[in-house]
């Protein structure tokens, strides 16, 4: 019998199977789902997104208008907006399908727009012409600024979180909410200060007083306001981070705006009149914008800015979400009660998901 003077290559190459093995079911165990509200029946539904079908429908509150997804999948956040007048973001464990604490946003009214960045909950709050930012660790509503803008609607906050873009639908404005840490004070006496007092009548600190290294720093955030026009509410931003894209649903233009420069560079008359949701493809190649007015969905060209489709979707469409892999397009058609799906390759209708009446908000969720 002839004797293997040498074993360690094949050992080597079992692990290495082994290990690539692994990885690749590792790969493939990860989950995907799409989020969907219904207005009418107030329920998230849950839905598979391999095979389309509805995997459960969870009680939310009255009036839920927009869901987003922790980072890790596992928990859902849903706004209940009641025309800017309520104040509750329902929680939804995923994996169990059930509803947990509501998170209540008093007295900031009327959540809204919501985005779940550096494990926290960042909304609108549109009764208020604020923002806030929750934290579920601490379950405590944690910073907040006022806009000054009337109806504070939609709300996109940038990976690191240093910048926060919203629109203000009815003063026809966006947002550019930019960090700009400052230094805190070291109790300096004010020039203008009387008795030579900081901060006017305040007291000097005590004689143990330590001030914070450097001054320490604060939160602090700069608003830039662009004008572009009224009814402009649903927006996105070029995968480049280059562009903020915005549809007005009253004179159906879509404004586009250099973030860099912080200013408009160029507008669209793109007759989307009723314009609700705008979203671009993960590849950054079209734009889709849904309307409520007509049931079209426009699809443009980001780089020419030259219409390439129109897509009837029905008699009347809003939430708009994207699948990942760039194969795919969720359309909630609000007065047909279903959920479209477009082949982002042929951009056809390829499926129709019955998620309840009056779908609105999408999301994404990968476990």
Not at 96 to 114: C, E, S, V
Not at 156 to 181: C, E, F, H, R, W
Request: glycine share 8%; aromatic share 6%; hydrophobic share 35%.
């Amino acid at each position: 019998m002839k004797q293997i003077k040498n074993p360690a290559p094949f050992i080597t190459i079992s692990a290495c199977l082994l290990l690539c093995t692994g990885f690749a079911c590792s790969a493939q165990s990860s989950k995907q789902f799409l989020l969907a509200l219904s207005k009418r029946d107030h329920t998230l539904s849950i839905v598979d997104a391999s095979t389309l079908q509805v995997l459960g429908r969870v009680p939310v509150g009255d009036d839920p208008h927009e869901v987003i997804a922790s980072s890790d999948g596992k928990t859902a956040y849903v706004s209940i907006y009641g025309g800017g007048s309520l104040h509750t973001i329902n929680v939804i464990d995923l994996v169990a399908q059930k509803r947990l604490d509501d998170i209540d946003t008093k007295p900031l009214l009327g959540p809204h727009g919501l985005a779940f960045v550096n494990n926290k909950v960042w909304f609108t709050a549109e009764g208020s012409k604020t923002i806030g930012r929750y934290d579920p660790l601490t379950k405590a509503i944690d910073w907040a600024m006022g806009t000054g803008q009337d109806r504070t609607h939609m709300i996109y906050v940038t990976n690191n979180a240093k910048k926060i873009y919203t629109t203000n639908v009815a003063s026809g404005t966006v947002s550019i909410l930019q960090d700009t840490p400052v230094q805190r004070g070291n109790f300096a006496p004010s020039k203008n200060a009387p008795n030579g007092q900081p901060n006017g009548n305040m007291p000097p600190p005590p004689a143990n007083f330590q001030p914070p290294v450097n001054g320490g720093q604060r939160e602090n955030r700069e608003q830039t306001l662009i004008t572009v026009s009224h009814g402009s509410e649903g927006f996105d931003v070029s995968a480049d981070s280059s562009e903020l894209w915005t549809a007005s649903a009253e004179d159906g233009k879509i404004y586009i705006i250099n973030l860099s420069a912080k200013k408009l560079a160029a507008t669209i008359d793109a007759k989307v009149n009723g314009a609700n949701r705008l979203k671009f493809t993960p590849d950054g190649r079209m734009v889709f914008i849904s309307s409520l007015g007509s049931g079209n969905l426009a699809v443009f060209d980001a780089k020419t800015h030259k219409p390439i489709k129109q897509i009837n979707t029905g008699h009347g469409a809003a939430g708009i979400i994207m699948q990942p892999d760039n194969t795919r397009a969720y359309i909630a058609c609000t007065a047909d009660n279903y959920i479209a799906v477009i082949d982002l390759k042929t951009l056809e209708i390829t499926n129709k998901i019955d998620a309840g009446g009056e779908p609105d908000g999408l999301a994404w969720a990968i476990q």
